[in-house]
């Protein structure tokens, strides 16, 4: 077994979702990619994908060596072009645009790793909610939420989210914490408000999908207030998980409890982990096409997969 082989087919297979897809991609059949993984799986000792006729997933073995691998892959890669070109790191200006509170959260932390390896690049940040015109703009990446429209845009998905309802252990222990979507009639909900109207706050359960429209003394249209709203002991959001990770993570001395998604009912969606509001589907990132995403500059937005310790079970 070519081990570096299999490793790179494995992060494929990861980021593409599909055994077919990749098998596409290398110009062999399903069957030698599965063979592959399987004999990885083998040498390391440990399984690394769940499969089911449908899907798979990673499991928490796979998780932390995609994560490995994906480090090994980026160094490996930078490696090879510094030597094949003869140039010690790119250099130049990339303009970015990401949402505020995303690029607050995670991105603006991790520029210091990436400016210590690229220390010839400027970053330039277009901060934005809406969705930027990337070739008319200027713009050489976006970190975006949603469907994408076609185009001849080069995208590649991060990761996804849960949605999940949120508060702080001292709004709950003045107000009980709901324990199904009928009990939110009688708390304070932060409402997200994208144009002035309210969005609904989906659950599904035993008895199927619930749409249940939020009431309270608070909306907005800015995902950093409704972090800060729930923070300050406001009431209870509906968000995605990413939102409140750093909160969560903090257990057992939380400034946040995940409420009713444990229980009877959890949300209905998963969202992107790339914008502050609760859309409805995937994310990705968005690369014009005068800044390839082979270049070793454009990697940063997808170093280290962005994991939360709110998963819904």
Request: glycine share 6%; proline share 6%.
């Amino acid at each position: 077994m070519d081990r570096l082989a299999a490793i790179r087919m494995f992060v494929r297979v990861v980021q593409s979702g599909s055994f077919s897809a990749v098998a596409r991609e290398a110009g062999v059949g399903q069957p030698a990619v599965s063979k592959q993984i399987t004999a990885l799986e083998a040498h390391l000792g440990a399984q690394l994908l769940r499969r089911t006729s449908r899907s798979q997933s990673l499991t928490e073995a796979g998780q932390d060596f995609y994560e490995s691998a994906v480090r090994l892959i980026d160094d490996l890669e930078a490696a090879e072009s510094r030597v094949g070109r003869g140039q010690s790191a790119p250099s130049g200006l990339i303009r970015v645009t990401v949402a505020p509170v995303f690029g607050r959260l995670y991105i603006v932390p991790r520029l210091q790793e990436f400016f210590a390896r690229y220390p010839d690049i400027i970053v330039e940040f277009v901060v934005t909610d809406r969705t930027v015109n990337l070739v008319e703009e200027g713009v050489d990446l976006a970190i975006h939420n949603g469907e994408l429209k076609d185009s001849t845009l080069i995208a590649r998905k991060i990761a996804r989210t849960p949605v999940i309802t949120v508060a702080s252990p001292p709004y709950l222990k003045k107000h009980g914490e709901p324990a199904s979507p009928s009990e939110l009639e009688r708390h304070q909900c932060i409402i997200y408000a994208p144009l002035g109207a309210p969005r609904a706050w989906s659950f599904s359960g035993k008895f199927g999908d619930i749409d249940y429209q939020p009431r309270g003394s608070f909306r907005t249209n800015d995902a950093d207030q409704i972090r800060e709203a729930v923070l300050s002991d406001l009431g209870l959001a509906h968000a995605p998980g990413w939102l409140f990770a750093r909160e969560i993570a903090s257990a057992p001395c939380v400034s946040c409890s995940v409420i009713m998604n444990r229980r009877r009912f959890r949300s209905a969606r998963s969202v992107p982990v790339a914008d502050g509001c609760p859309p409805s589907s995937g994310s990705s990132s968005i690369f014009s096409r005068r800044f390839s995403p082979t270049s070793q500059a454009s990697r940063f937005e997808a170093r280290g997969k962005i994991r939360s310790s709110d998963s819904v079970n």
